[in-house]
């Protein structure tokens, strides 16, 4: 239903874009975003973009980091700018109903790792 990509290795400073293709889901009824998870912790919300509401960003990403949708691509994009090496982590896309709270969706995951 979610297919992430757009991960990789890149030096402290770099950028990265990450892509969410969703399928098989009336996407604009969804609230999306991005979650990642770094070796040893816990699963934390980067940035979560309502559908048709105001977008939100975690205090460790705010200034760097931006969330998009494209409710007519199905697409959820995450561009990520300055990046540093606490932001390696599996990042994750995130699709919940707005109805119907038992439809929620994870995506694969994308690792992206941030050398010093």
């Known amino acids: 239903q979610l297919q992430a990509s757009g991960g990789g290795l890149v030096q402290a400073g770099g950028s990265l874009r990450l892509s969410c293709a969703a399928s098989?889901?009336?996407?604009?009824?969804?609230?999306v975003g991005w979650y990642r998870q770094a070796p040893g912790k816990q699963r934390e919300l980067v940035a979560p973009?309502?559908?048709?509401?105001?977008?939100t960003y975690a205090d460790s990403v705010k200034g760097r980091f931006t969330i998009s949708r494209d409710n007519a691509r199905n697409t959820v994009l995450l561009l990520m700018n300055s990046l540093k090496p606490e932001d390696t982590a599996v990042y994750y896309c995130?699709?919940?109903?707005?109805?119907?709270?038992?439809?929620?969706?994870w995506g694969q995951g994308t690792l992206v790792t941030v050398s010093s």
């Open positions: 098989g889901i009336s996407f604009s009824d969804y609230d």
């Open positions: 995130n699709a919940l109903n707005r109805y119907d709270s038992s439809r929620h969706y």
């Open positions: 973009i309502p559908s048709g509401r105001t977008t």
